[in-house]
Structure formats: C-alpha cells, structure tokens
C-alpha cells in the first residue's frame, strides 16, 4: 500500500538557519504530494503542493520538489523563523482508484530558537 | 468563509460514559474524515465518508466507535463507553469532489478528548 516517510524529530535550528525536511514516498500511481503545517494547538493546513513529477511546490517561504526518480518531496527554506515552530506533515494522495484518501507521514516537528 | 467546524472544541468526560463529538464540514464538499492524534501513534485515519456513505472505516479501533453522517452538512463520532485510553485530540476535515484532481483537506480545529 501507499506510504510516506519523514525524518524524525524533534529538529532544533536557530533562527535564519536553512531548513530540510525529508520526505519519501511508496505508491503504486501518480500521486499528488502535499506538505501541511500544525501549529500548536490548531488543527493542520496546507503548506504547499505538487501533482506531477518536476513540479515545485512553494509557500511562504517553504519550498518542495516532486522528484519521481527517488520518489521525494523534501521541504526546504532558506532561512527560517520562530513563528515557524510547528509540525509538518507530508502527505500523498493516489489519483488512480478515486476517493479523497490522504496518506500522511508521521510529522516532524520543527524547533527554532533566537 | 466559514472552516470546518467541530464541538466541543474541549470535553472531559468519566470513564465509561457516551461521548459525542461533532463536524460540520465546509458546504459544498462531498468528502469527509474523522482523524485521531496521540503522541504515541501520531495522526490516524479513523474513517471517511463521500457524499455521506461511509467508504473506508477500517481505522475505527473497535466496536466501540462509530460515526455518522445523516447529511451533507453534519458528522458526528460516537464513543460508547469510552476509556482513558480514547483520550486524544479528534480531528474532522473535509474536501471538495473526489473527482477533483487535486483534493487538498480542509481541517477543523479539533476536538480534545480527555477521558478520566
């Protein structure tokens, strides 16, 4: 079945440091792959998104390519924030056999000091 | 616009006793997903619904689950009888037509479940 695999957290950067997330995934298709954000206490939204191979997802600031060959979607900025602090998860969703089933990733959740 | 909407945002609850928690998905949208979110496992896929008929519910944990969706505009998960170990936040979240080819999952903010 469908798969996603994050890096483990927790990930501590300070503030203005670059930022990587891996993010690899198993599918039978073509998915579409999705990055969402929790912040504390909320519920998750989308970040960013990609739905075919070479696509570049982007959103504020944050960054992720679909890269068919290793089957990624690492999320990237160049220089993050505090307000940043949250968990990320990375998603996939099958466009072959229907249905709106999302698959997540475990979530990383990200730390960033002054 | 209004989100998805979930109530009780908070509920605290004995042992033993029905809990009902409830969503209001986004008008328009034909799809909807209960997920649960623990430290220990994370974020689940409890079931899902498309235009109100359950598709999927093999993440219901058990016998004491279960979830409905009478229309097109209200869910609600039932736990009957709960225990401490239901305790978690539960998430609904909607999405517009499956056969959009792009579906991004709109989320509620959840519901924190404590059971004592």
């Known amino acids: 079945g469908d798969s996603v695999t994050q890096m483990e957290g927790p990930v501590t950067l300070s503030e203005e440091a670059f930022l990587t997330i891996n993010c690899t995934y198993t599918?039978?298709?073509?998915?579409?792959l999705f990055w969402y954000v929790q912040y504390p206490g909320e519920g998750l939204q989308l970040l960013l998104k990609?739905?075919?191979?070479?696509d570049k997802g982007s959103n504020k600031g944050f960054e992720a390519t679909y890269r068919k060959e290793t089957t990624s979607f690492h999320l990237e900025k160049g220089s993050v924030q505090v307000s940043d602090s949250a968990v990320y998860f990375c998603a996939l969703r099958e466009l072959t056999g229907g249905g709106n089933k999302l698959t997540f990733g475990t979530g990383t959740q990200l730390k960033v000091e002054l | 616009d209004a989100g998805v909407i979930q109530s009780p945002r908070h509920e605290v609850t004995e042992m033993g006793q029905e809990v009902t928690l409830r969503c209001k998905p986004i008008s328009g949208h034909n799809s909807l997903f209960w997920y649960r979110q623990t430290m220990m496992r994370g974020l689940e896929l409890l079931i899902y619904?498309?235009?109100?008929?359950?598709?999927?519910d093999s993440g219901m944990p058990e016998d004491r689950f279960s979830a409905k969706m009478p229309n097109a505009s209200f869910s609600t998960l039932k736990i009957q009888p709960s225990e401490p170990r239901d305790s978690a936040v539960y998430f609904c979240?909607?999405?517009?037509?499956?056969?959009?080819?792009?579906?991004?999952?709109?989320f509620g903010p959840g519901t924190r479940l404590t059971v004592t």
């Open positions: 599918a039978t298709g073509y998915p579409s």
């Open positions: 990609a739905t075919k191979a070479d």
């Open positions: 979240a909607s999405t517009p037509s499956q056969l959009a080819v792009v579906n991004e999952q709109y």
């Open positions: 619904f498309n235009n109100n008929v359950p598709i999927d």
